[in-house]
């Protein structure tokens, strides 16, 4: 059983009502629940009883870059703003000595069938250096040929030759960062690229071969207004990648010191954001995509589309995906990891990353190991996420509870969800409606053990 396909019909008072703070569920409990007593003996514990267990299923690696050449005035990211492209090589040097203790720890040659580089900007790399990156993986890993292999790519950093070289490495999904097609908005943030740039570097993707091509916008963002942002949706329009990933911007300067910048005064107030992300939805869908969840849409013939309509899809740290569950390798500063019940995170800073690297160990910053109640509750809120639908017979066997005793409290709020036609309650299942789809994401809150308090969800960005 699984949600059916959201309509086009989507009330904007749908979208006031929901328009709070909560978390994005790329993992539960949410890395803000990561504790330092997790620490690298910790992680090390549960890599060797992975390697001494029976066998598991291809893992995924995750490489952090974390560098750019300049500074995009929103960016909540964990970068480090240089022009010095040297301290990219040294950076190699790191990963190789973080690679080398996880073949310590399991042995040669562990099967991995996603890849997926982030940022910063990979693309700060240059090609010779990717390259060699490249030839690391495949050194320590058994790299599936016809695995996911995915990179974050800044269209500034890139033409035709780098894209296809890219292809030639081995990279079979691209994600360019776009955000805003319109230069005044591009200005504001700091992050000017042409239409004609991002155009040519899409179309050498295509030409390239790569599986899938993803766009990345914000809504949200300083002078943007109802009309240019229509705009920027009808050149996506033109553009048509594969996939688009449509982020709402969270100004919290207080968090993130570039946001400090932006003139709070040339930001659109909450009802034109809400306003921005209900015309997106409404085009995007006129224009053929189909809306997967959140922040995600996709082409009919995606495979992304088609693993929300078979049932397939999964959630993990870059959003949607029709990739398998499973272990995560992080490698890199503040990169995180997933290895059986437990989530890891790597230092933040390059100094303590490196220092601990230097010691020999792995460079872990804080994680956490899952209790019963956390992987129940886990499957409860990535089961709505993903598959729109929530077994209530599949939770109890698998988690020996009686459901609907443990969750008395949960399913009394969810009451209010289905009188709004959010959800739909029977014996035997909660099944997300169409219009639910749109805010699941607070669905899925109503389960999650931690935002008991309305002020444990301030810290997260808003639903919308």
Known sequence: ?????????????????????????????????????FDSEALESWLHARRLGTPS??????????FCASLCHYCACNKIITRDYSKGVAYLDDLRRELDIYRRLLGNHLPVSRLHLGGGSPTFLDDESLQRLMTMLGEHFRL????????????????????????????????????????DVQQAVHRVQSTEQVFAVV???????????????????PRQTLASFAKTLETLRTLRPDR??????????ARFKPQRRIDAAELPDGENKLKM???????????????????????????????????????????????????????????????GPTYSQNARTLSEYRELLTQGRLPVMKG????????????????????????????EVAHLVDFHRHFAHEMAELRAYRDMGLVEI???????TPQGWYVVRAIAMVFDRHLQHAQDRVKFSRVL
């Not at 688009?244 to 300067?253: I, Q, R, S």
């Not at 029977?426 to 997300?432: G, L, M, N, R, T």
Request: glycine share 8%; hydrophobic share 40%; charged share 20%.
């Open 203 to 221: 179309h050498a993707a295509r030409e390239a071969g790569f599986r899938s091509v993803n766009v990345d916008l914000i809504y949200g963002l």
């Open 57 to 66: 299923p291809p893992a995924g690696v995750y490489v952090h870059v974390p």
């Open 244 to 253: 688009v990933a449509l982020y709402g911007y969270a100004h919290l300067p």
């Open 368 to 395: 956490i190991e899952l209790n019963a109640e956390d992987l129940m509750r886990r499957a409860i809120i990535m089961a709505l996420m993903c598959q729109g639908c929530l077994s209530f017979e599949a939770i």
């Open 144 to 183: 599936d040929p016809d695995g996911e292999h995915s990179i974050e790519v800044d269209p500034r950093t890139v033409d035709r030759d780098r894209v296809h070289a890219l292809a030639k490495m081995g990279f079979n999904r691209i994600s360019f960062g776009v955000q805003d097609f319109d230069a």
């Open 426 to 432: 029977d014996d035997e299942w909660i099944s997300v």
């Open 1 to 37: 059983m699984t949600a059916s396909a959201p309509v086009a019909e989507l009330p904007l008072s749908l979208l006031r009502q929901f328009d709070v703070p909560g978390p994005r569920y790329t993992s539960y409990p949410t890395a803000d629940r990561f504790i330092e007593a």
């Open 277 to 339: 992300l209900h015309q997106a939805i409404l085009l995007l869908q006129d224009a053929g995509y189909e809306y997967i969840g959140m922040d995600h849409f996709a082409l009919p013939e995606d495979s992304l589309t088609l693993a929300k309509r078979q049932g397939r899809l999964k959630r993990n740290f870059q959003g949607y995906t029709d990739q398998p569950d499973g272990d995560l390798i992080g490698l890199g500063v503040s990169a995180i990891g997933k290895i």
